[in-house]
């Protein structure tokens, strides 16, 4: 009896022991492990077929309202078998580490917040779900320090010209987050955090083409706190001084006229403009760089399911002449992704009254965005190609890493109602192979000031 009874007290201890380790595998494997979605029986597609409008039917139950237009309008696909993305370790790290810790409010905020994704187990029936997959997008692995992207370029096409009617170069567009840093110290926490409230800081400047827009930029502070509207600056080449922008301005295309997209919220002055400059044909506004930039507390969010989708999330790099994915034939896959609805709140004058995102279930990035006009009508569609590799493009010599991430390397952003398609390519296709620095400390808090944005309109 004795022995027995120092057998089942070792077996409790035993157990005792084992419960957290077990407990603690469970949870790795919960918040890693995503079900790649492949081609099914019933599927209407095959790995390896070509998509083009003639048989562009048997695509339309996986694609959203504006990706199936651009497809019947000419832009063909390539069907791959689905591929697994793996967030890079220091950011699995941080999630396994802090996402217990993360909370959301009842008015949709997250508090706790420290670095990784804040809620890496979701419940389709959660009524705050939708709130829950925005935050995940809001701190997604793509880049959670810092990020430059060199000589991004925009370029504009009109329905009845296959020549481009306008074209934008910038000389930098940059992040740099003050919190969930996982890579480059201070981590994770930058102290500026706590001392200017700031979260996040993009740039983007100097605007090098077209000459009319030469010297001009732009930084956008978001806030910690996010009731604090985001802090816009202009630096204005004429006046060469800042000049302080709306946030509802930044829902206007960049450097729009007063005609392009009349009715949309366009103007004179919307986007970046802000200046006499002649008119530009351009659909790209600031508030959908990346699939969706705007201060998520303008917009309430409704989760509309979750659907299997095709979408270019392996993107082949260095394949397309031109970089031109409007026509050339490119990789994509079918994906899990969470519908989102976003709509603009009431009193915020945004000129996207209405989005619908599709968000990427494991790469946690925006794959696609349809936009609504005020009247409720289907305006433009934006699609994202993001490339997954350890360098953005083939014979890169510096920004190589030791594990594959993710590049959001084109993005098409299209004019339903008026024909004209703006593609941006992030870098344009003459620049060199090394332009995405990702987690690098190449951008730092003296990049994001109005004094360097002076400095670089002198010497982009």
């Known amino acids: 009896m004795r022995i027995v009874k120092i057998f089942l007290i070792l077996l409790v201890v035993a157990l005792m022991a084992a419960i957290p380790a077990y407990a603690a ?10 079900t790649v979605e492949t081609v099914q029986p019933g599927d209407t597609i095959r790995p390896g077929e070509i998509i083009t409008t003639a ?15 651009l497809i019947t309008n000419g832009m063909p696909m390539r069907i791959v078998p689905s591929g697994r993305l793996n967030w890079p370790p220091p950011y699995l790290a941080a999630t396994e580490k802090y996402s217990s810790q993360v909370s959301l409010s009842p008015d949709g905020m997250v508090h706790g917040y420290v670095a990784g994704l804040p809620f890496p187990l979701l419940d389709l029936n959660d009524p705050a779900i939708a709130n829950k997959i925005m935050w995940n997008y809001t701190y997604r692995p793509m880049y959670s320090d810092d990020v430059e992207i060199r000589y991004p370029e925009f370029v504009t096409y009109s ?48 605007f ?14 978001r806030y910690i706190d996010p009731y604090h509207p985001d802090d816009i600056w202009m630096f204005n080449r004429e006046a060469r001084r800042l000049r302080r922008v709306a946030e509802s301005a930044q829902s206007d295309p960049i450097a729009s006229p007063p005609t392009f997209g009349a009715g949309m919220g ?9 200046a006499p400059t002649a008119p530009l044909a351009n659909n790209v506004d600031p508030d959908s760089l990346f699939g969706f930039s705007a201060n998520p507390v303008n917009y309430s969010y409704r989760f509309l399911g979750e659907r299997r989708m095709l979408a270019p999330v392996h993107t082949a790099i260095g394949v397309c002449p031109d970089d031109d994915y409007l026509t050339c034939r490119n990789n994509w896959e079918i994906r899990r992704q969470y519908v989102i609805e976003a709509d603009a709140k009431p009193g915020t004058n945004l000129a996207v009254a209405r989005r619908v995102l599709y968000v990427d279930s494991e790469g946690w990035f925006i794959s696609a965005s349809d936009q609504y006009d005020r009247n409720g009508a289907l305006w433009k ?12 493009a083939p014979g890169a010599r510096v920004a190589i ?50 004094l360097n944005m002076e400095v670089a309109f002198s010497r982009p």
């Open 55 to 69: 048989n562009a039917p048997a695509v339309q139950a996986y694609l959203s309202p504006g990706e199936y237009a």
């Open 266 to 274: 366009a103007g004179p002055f919307a986007g970046v403009s802000l």
């Open 25 to 34: 595998a469970q949870t790795r494997v919960t918040t890693t492990t995503t």
């Open 381 to 392: 569609t934006l699609l994202n190609f993001v490339a997954y590799s350890d360098r953005a």
């Open 159 to 206: 329905p009845t010209s296959s020549s481009p009617v306008s074209y934008m170069v910038v000389g930098h567009m940059a992040m740099y987050n003050n919190v969930g840093r996982v890579e480059v110290p201070p981590i994770p926490e930058d102290p500026d955090a706590l001392q200017s409230g700031i979260a996040s800081k993009f740039a983007m400047f100097p």
């Open 208 to 221: 090098i083409e077209p000459s009319s827009l030469f010297g001009y930029g732009f930084l956008r502070f």
């Open 401 to 450: 890493y030791p594990y594959p991430r993710f590049f959001n390397i084109g993005m098409i952003d299209a004019n339903l109602q008026d024909g004209y398609t703006t593609f941006a390519a992030m870098p344009g296709p003459n620049v060199g192979p090394d332009s995405w620095y990702i987690n690098m400390g190449a951008v730092d808090q003296s990049f994001f000031t109005p």
